[in-house]
T-cell receptor, first 115, second 115 residues
Framework: EAGVVQSPRYKIIEKKQPVAFWCNPI?????LYWYRQNLGQGPELLIR????????DSQLPKDRFSAERLKGVDSTLKIQPAELGDSAVYLC?????????????FGQGTRLTVV | AQKITQTQPGMFVQEKEAVTLDCTYD???????LFWYKQPSSGEMIFLIY??????QNATEGRYSLNFQKARKSANLVISASQLGDSAMYFC????????????FGTGTSLTVIP
């Protein structure tokens, strides 16, 4: 079974440019997460989806960040325009909806560098 | 609110020795799950072990065991017989019954195994 797939793995852009990240979760996983991980820190949630619905986006900077999960499967996270402080690793994860013991499975992340 | 604290930014261990990575947590949820993840330099978060708050016994998975002390709100990871491949970042995370599918992460501990 394939794991969580993210693309691209690396992205370098100039500030003020747009950028998009793509995530394909594990088949059958209802819950999809986007995390941002700054250097030397733990992941911090940006947005969580249950199927197609964004149920927690309180930490998403909505002035420049947007996300969508069409048909409750793949998801895209977009930044427009990017700022220098957006340089980080963006991790996508998925899990089954029910059960405290259900772990989240993570993709390899997209390392964004804004110059 | 949930909070995970990892107070050891970096740890060193001799190959074949055991090492304990500390994790304390704070939650008001009546039940919760505690997770440990390993993040090698490749970036992917790898699930290691899970402990439920009502589990009577400490969790074990191969060389990994979790020293769960509920009254102290601690969930330390013990790695026995350390191997060079264990060198990585280690993150403690929690998922609470009242916060649905949200995972909260600590800041991580960098483990270096010395040959």
């Amino acid at each position: 079974e394939a794991g969580v797939v993210q693309s691209p793995r690396y992205k370098i852009i100039e500030k003020k440019q747009p950028v998009a990240f793509w995530c394909n979760p594990i088949s059958g996983h209802n819950t999809l997460y986007w995390y941002r991980q700054n250097l030397g820190q733990g992941p911090e949630l940006l947005i969580r989806y249950e199927n197609e619905e964004a149920v927690d986006d309180s930490q998403l900077p909505k002035d420049r960040f947007s996300a969508e999960r069409l048909k409750g499967v793949d998801s895209t996270l977009k930044i427009q325009p990017a700022e220098l402080g957006d340089s980080a690793v963006y991790l996508c994860a998925s899990s089954l909806q029910q059960g405290l013991g259900m772990t989240a499975f993570f993709g390899q992340g997209t390392r964004l560098t804004v110059v | 609110a949930q909070k995970i604290t990892q107070t050891q930014p970096g740890m060193f261990v001799q190959e074949k020795e055991a090492v304990t990575l500390d994790c304390t947590y704070d939650t008001s949820d009546p039940s919760y799950g505690l997770f440990w993840y390993k993040q090698p330099s490749s970036g992917e978060m790898i699930f290691l072990i899970y402990q439920g708050s009502y589990d009577q016994q400490n969790a074990t998975e191969g060389r990994y065991s979790l020293n769960f002390q509920k009254a102290r709100k601690s969930a330390n990871l013990v790695i026995s017989a350390s191997q060079l491949g264990d060198s990585a970042m280690y993150f403690c995370a929690m998922r609470g019954s009242n916060t649905g599918n949200q995972f909260y992460f600590g800041t991580g501990t960098s483990l270096t195994v010395i040959p």
